[in-house]
Each structure stands twice: as structure tokens, then as C-alpha cells.
């Protein structure tokens, strides 16, 4: 199900083409155990799209022959996909580096025992959504008692080394602004959350990513009954850096949705555009196999203003100091 929302070639964002293929980005279904305010999936406790085995066999085979070394796996909640260790096992035999988006209160979840403890013995990198390091804002953007989760799930985490100096275990955490604003700087904000954080609660963690929030899907329908849209977009297209065009992800990454359909990023994803590709209008990833994506042309809209704007966005945070 997709949000309609009034994503027009208003401002006509910028051509952009591919580089080399470096990171696959698959997202293992929308159910998920939280409905967060800002989340760009619409994902939710209701949702069951799920990738199947299936699915799951090709993505790997898809990993395997063309050489992707960096697995980022999300959802919803990607580990209540039934197969989710499975994938993980599998990749890092294959010598894959696997990025887990993790909403930390999946750690408490029935069914998640020894979640924490298998991540860590698979060297899996965890990033983590933890869009303040105050109660009342991550609970106000993510429901009640979730803060209270997230760090009990923290000191989990670092209990098995995770965000530890020399331990080769990241834990990175990730920053979405309260509503209809740009993100504030990442160093900045970085260095408050360390102080916050383990003055108040011991936590350590790797490094910070700061998000801005996409105009789609939840959040989107959140500013157009509030009638912000068109303010947020012209707050993008208003802050635009063209610096930015450079490092946007999706020159190098590729988005797999729950059916194994492509597209050049999430968020493309979630507003159903299709990655491009001669013959095909609705790519799965096996078309992908042997093909070399480099120069291939990225779809575009005014929603890509979200990336450039200001220091930039991506899943890496952003782009620019």
C-alpha cells in the first residue's frame, strides 16, 4: 500500500546516473513491532509482507556472482523475518560484511531470545534507531516505554562488546529529527549523545548517523494532514547542495524489496519507482545477474531533495560536515 501524496517533478531534481555496485540493500518485510511516526515504510505489528526462501535464495545468488560485499539488511523489523539468520549465516560465509537495521526493543521480543548473542558472534554491525538520547522524545516518535527498551537493549549490546574500542563490534546509532525540519549538524549532535549517553547510562556506541526525514509513506501523510508539505518541500529544495549529488547512496547501492523487485533506493521503494531497466519494467534482481549497472540512469523526484539538502542523507548519515 502506498501513501498518495502530492510527489510532483515540482522542482525537477537533478539527472543522476550509477557508479559501481557496492552495497544491497534488501528489505525483508514491512511487519514490524513498532509504528514509529517518521517511518518512511508505513511499517507496523499489521504488516505481513515478508521475503520468502525463495526470494532469499536469489538474493544470495545474486550476492555471489556479482561480488557485493556489503549486505544492509531492513524492514520493519527485519529479523522477524523467519529466515533472517539463515541470510546471515549464509552471507558471512560468503565473506559479505552484514549491516542489521535494528529498532533495539526487537532484543525483547518473544521469539528473539539469543538475538543479541548471535548477532555478535556474526560479526554482524548493528545500526540502531535511537532518534534522541531524551525519554520523552523517542517515546513521543516511537509509542511508550520504547526508550526504556532501546537502552536495556544498548546495555545488551555493549555487555557482548558492541560500540567497545577494539572489540570490532559497531554499534551505530541513528538520529531523525523531531518533525518538519532539517537534521543539526552530526558532529555536533554525536558529541551530545556520547555525553548524554554515558554520563547517564554508561552507553558507548560507534558513531552517529544523523537522518533527515523523508517526505513518504507515514511521515509524508503526517505533514499533509498538518498541511506542512509544501513547506517541507521548499524547505528542501531550498537547502539543496549540489556538492551533495556526488555521494548520494544510491550511486552505488541497490534497493531489493519483500517480492526481490529492484529499485535505486528505499525510498524509491516505498513510492514504487521501479529501478531502471531496458525490457524489463518491473525488474526482479535475477535480471540483474551479469549485468553492469555503471552509468544506468537513477530515477528521480522532488522527494531526492531529502538527500541533498543541507550536510546531506543517506542510510551512512550524512554527507557532508
Known amino acids: 500500500m502506498h501513501a498518495t501524496l502530492p510527489l510532483m517533478r515540482r522542482y525537477g531534481f537533478p539527472a543522476i546516473r550509477r557508479r559501481r555496485l557496492e552495497t544491497l540493500q534488501v528489505n525483508l518485510g514491512y511487519r514490524c513491532n513498532q509504528s514509529c511516526l517518521h517511518c518512511h515504510v508505513n511499517a507496523g505489528p499489521n504488516r505481513s509482507e515478508e521475503m520468502s526462501a525463495q526470494t532469499i535464495t536469489d538474493v544470495l545468488a545474486f550476492i555471489e556472482v556479482a561480488g557485493v560485499k556489503r549486505l544492509d539488511l531492513t524492514g520493519g523489523a527485519p529479523e522477524l523475518n523467519p529466515h533472517f539468520r539463515e541470510l546471515v ?99 555536533q549532535l554525536e558529541a551530545d549523545y556520547r555525553r548524554e549517553l554515558g554520563e547517564r547510562y554508561g ?72 529501478l531502471g531497466l531496458e525490457g524489463r519494467a518491473r525488474p526482479q534482481l535475477s535480471d540483474l545477474i551479469g549485468r553492469d549497472l555503471r552509468g544506468n540512469p537513477i530515477a528521480v523526484r522532488d522527494h531526492c531533495y531529502g538527500c541533498t539538502a543541507g550536510q546531506g542523507s543517506s542510510c551512512g548519515g550524512a554527507l557532508h560536515d
Open 203 to 274: 552507553i558507548a556506541f560507534t558513531r552517529l548517523y544523523v537522518l533527515a526525514n523523508m517526505p513518504i509513506q507515514r511521515f509524508g501523510s503526517t505533514l499533509v494532514s498538518k498541511g506542512q508539505f509544501n513547506d517541507y518541500m521548499m524547505r528542501l529544495h531550498g537547502a539543496h547542495r549540489s556538492e551533495n549529488l556526488d555521494a548520494v547512496m544510491c550511486r552505488s547501492l541497490i534497493s531489493v524489496d519483500w517480492r526481490g523487485q529492484v529499485y535505486d533506493c528505499d525510498f524509491n521503494q516505498m513510492l514504487d519507482l521501479p
Open 89 to 187: 549465516l549464509r552471507a558471512r560465509e560468503l565473506g559479505v560484511q552484514v549491516i542489521d537495521r535494528c529498532n533495539l526493543t526487537i532484543l525483547e521480543e518473544p521469539g528473539q531470545e539469543g538475538l543479541a548473542e548471535f548477532l555478535a558472534g556474526q560479526r554482524v554491525e548493528v545500526i540502531a534507531s535511537l532518534p534522541c538520547y531524551q525519554e520523552d522524545n523517542v517515546d513521543r516518535q516511537r509509542g511508550s516505554g520504547v526508550f526504556e527498551r532501546s537502552l536495556r537493549s544498548l546495555v545488551r549490546l555493549n555487555a557482548l562488546g558492541y560500540g567497545r574500542s577494539g572489540s570490532g563490534l559497531e554499534l551505530s546509532l541513528v538520529y531523525n529529527p523531531q518533525g518538519a525540519v532539517l537534521p543539526p549538524p552530526q558532529a
